[in-house]
């Protein structure tokens, strides 16, 4: 999900101003989350002390559960975070709210990681370090529900796209549709153009759809996913000396089962649908 745009002088200095929310008090506070792991077992240099600062993009439900810093409380990334902080030894957690691009360009500073569903790219990684998996991603398709689309006839189709995502490279690059993709600032707006038909079909990561469209009631489907072997990642900023700490404790809470304790308790709920249910489509 590389973003292809660039930001101006202006931009910069209005980032200056992004959606933060401290969890208040010595002691430590986690929103909702009830971290288990050992205190201290790692350790990070973090911009803030006693302060994990962690970027993202809201909304993003079952993943952060909120829409803005400060009413955003637990989901499965917010728990990751606040793990994270708490196997450091740290008290507080700050949430930086970007919009997709600022967040996926490398232009953002002040942050120690930064998770928001995304995945590792060769691409990325000349701007981030990544952790290891902590989720795997496959793309998913959403239609109305009941809608003519197949794998067979999907490239006919009008597709949206997440800007900048690794979904929209995907889209344009291996599927290569017979109709441009339509291309969306986020989940939400991709979600808004399916339901008045300005798309026949939006393509994102399988759990991001199913989470976007759990809400519609029905009226929106995720039909159909390609096999990606992607994976879902935590981010820290280039060089950081925090990055063999953040792959180590993901790497533990894989082991020790938080991330799938973290998985059935916000995701699978959220979802609506085993992803694992969600048919495989051939590249056609």
């Not at 970027?55 to 810093?69: D, E, I, K, Q, R």
């Not at 360009?105 to 930064?114: E, K, P, V």
Request: aromatic residues 8%.
């Amino acid at each position: 999900m590389i973003s292809k745009r660039t930001f101006a002088a202006a931009f910069l200095a209005a980032f200056t101003l992004p959606g933060l929310a401290l969890a208040d008090g010595d002691a430590p506070n986690f929103g909702n989350c009830a971290p288990t792991g050992e205190v201290g077992s790692i350790s990070l240099a973090t911009v803030e002390a006693d302060t994990l600062i962690v970027a993202t993009v809201l909304p993003n439900p079952g993943w952060w559960n909120g829409t803005s810093p400060e009413e955003t409380k637990d989901g499965f990334e917010y728990c990751l975070a606040a793990e994270i902080a708490h196997r450091a030894g740290l008290k507080h957690m700050k949430l930086m709210n970007l919009a997709w691009d600022q967040f996926i360009s490398g232009a953002a500073t002040g942050y120690d990681i930064a998770m928001a569903s995304a995945s590792a790219t060769d691409k990325r990684r000349e701007v981030f370090d990544f952790s290891q998996n902590y989720f795997a991603a496959n793309l998913g398709v959403a239609v109305k529900t009941g809608a003519d689309v197949t794998a067979a006839n999907l490239k006919d189709k009008r597709i949206g796209v997440m800007l900048g995502s690794l979904g929209a490279d995907w889209v344009i690059n291996t599927l290569k549709p017979n109709v441009a993709a339509s291309q969306y600032h986020g989940v939400p707006e991709m979600v808004a153009a399916l339901m008045a038909d300005q798309v026949d079909a939006i393509m994102n990561d399988t759990a991001i759809l199913l989470t976007a469209t759990a809400g519609t009631k029905g009226a929106l489907d995720v039909v159909g996913q390609f096999e990606t072997k992607w994976g879902v990642n935590v981010i820290t900023p280039k060089g950081s000396a925090n990055t063999p700490a953040v792959d180590k404790v993901v790497g533990a809470m894989a082991a020790d089962g938080t991330l799938k304790t973290l998985s059935a308790t916000y995701l699978t709920s959220a979802f609506g649908k085993d992803p694992n249910a969600v048919a495989i489509w051939p590249l056609n």
